[in-house]
């Protein structure tokens, strides 16, 4: 069985502010594939990035940056200088290698405020 | 383009009632998923589908039944609806055989039983 734990339920910041978003996995298989998706208050699922677990390469867009690291099972997720826009949910999300089965982390809440 | 379609957005039933949740993709993706997404909570997996007449169970099945006849349909039955049910419910689609290919969502159906 495959697990995401998002330990993290609630976080508020101040603008400008660097937040980061944990995530830590749990799976039996040696490839699998890691997702992000942001749920804004408008409901819908917006996909962010996906890794590979045989590619630990952190990588970088824009204000957004994910650290992968097998060695502690952790794919976080870091935004630079939050914006009120960043308010959402973030899900991690994992799927094995069959790529049948999709499980997704409960969530971080992330409020930005002014 | 549609992407992912799930039809209704909304809907009240009565405590007892049933009805089925339709969720149509124009991908050719042969992954489908139904999910269920409590207030303040993740998202829990219902049924999935890795291709027309294969259906399987997910976390939490009970009180939910699937079909898929196509490869473009993955409709979501509720016998005997419950309070327990209200929720918002997401399907979702993905690329056939490809485990590091994202889901893409629909909308989602927010159902409240009463």
């Known amino acids: 069985a495959q697990k995401v734990t998002q330990a993290q339920t609630e976080i508020s910041v101040v603008e400008k502010e660097d937040v980061t978003l944990d995530c830590v996995y749990e799976t039996r298989d040696t490839t699998y594939y890691l997702f992000w998706y942001k749920q804004p208050p408008s409901g819908e699922l917006v996909f962010l990035i996906r890794r590979n677990s045989f590619d630990e390469q952190n990588e970088i867009s824009g204000r957004y940056s994910w650290n992968f690291q097998k060695s502690t099972s952790s794919f976080n997720f ?12 973030y899900f991690c999300a994992i799927i094995n290698n069959a790529g049948n089965m999709l499980t997704f982390g409960g969530g971080t809440r992330l409020m930005v405020k002014p | 383009n549609a992407g992912v379609t799930q039809t209704p957005k909304f809907r009240i039933l009565k405590i007892g009632q049933s009805m089925t949740l339709q969720c149509a993709q124009d991908m050719n993706h042969n992954y489908m998923y139904w999910y269920r997404q409590d207030p303040g909570m993740g998202l829990k997996l219902i049924y999935y589908s890795v291709g027309a007449g294969i259906t399987d169970k997910g976390e939490v099945p009970n009180g939910y039944n699937v079909s898929r006849s196509t490869t473009e349909d993955f409709p979501l039955r509720l016998e005997l609806a419950a309070p327990s049910q209200t929720s918002v419910y997401f399907c979702a689609s993905r690329a056939e055989g490809r485990a590091n290919t994202e889901a893409f969502f629909g909308q989602g159906t927010r159902l409240t039983v009463v």
């Open chain 1, 78 to 89: 870091t935004i630079t200088a939050s914006q009120v826009v960043d308010s959402a949910v």
